[in-house]
């Protein structure tokens, strides 16, 4: 089993950044996919970014247009995501989820979740 522990949320104005980290610990990082969803008031957890477990492959949702980068660091136990351009429409819970086998873009393929760290962008 993982334990994922997000944090780096807060409060930023339309068109600031923002960096949240989730830092693992338990079985060993490396062997997780991993990937970062978010969930706005009122509406269905969707799905962010995705790494491999290399970092060598990563996956984006068509909405975020380059502005949202993954990334991870295997010998820190932390995968990170970089948000450029903020606008407020990116106000949401911003979850980390873990995954030792497929992973993909779905939620329900991710066995492993943080308890989410919030995110307010302003405009």
């Known amino acids: 089993q993982v334990q994922l522990v997000e944090s780096g949320g807060g409060l930023a104005q339309a068109g600031g950044s923002l960096r949240l980290s989730c830092a693992a610990s338990?079985?060993?990082?490396?062997?997780?996919?991993m990937a970062w969803f978010r969930q706005a008031p009122g509406k269905d957890r969707e799905f962010v970014a995705r790494?491999?477990?290399?970092?060598?492959?990563?996956y984006y949702a068509d909405f975020l247009k380059g502005r949202f980068t993954i990334s991870r660091d295997n010998g820190k136990g932390t995968v990170y995501l970089q948000m450029n351009s903020l606008k407020p429409e990116d106000t949401a819970v911003y979850y980390c989820?873990?995954?030792?086998?497929?992973?993909?873009?779905?939620?329900?393929?991710?066995?492993?979740w943080g308890q989410g760290t919030q995110v307010t962008v302003s405009s």
């Open positions: 989820a873990a995954d030792p086998s497929y992973g993909g873009s779905r939620a329900e393929n991710y066995d492993y």
């Open positions: 338990g079985r060993t990082f490396s062997n997780y996919r």
């Open positions: 790494i491999t477990w290399t970092g060598g492959t990563t």
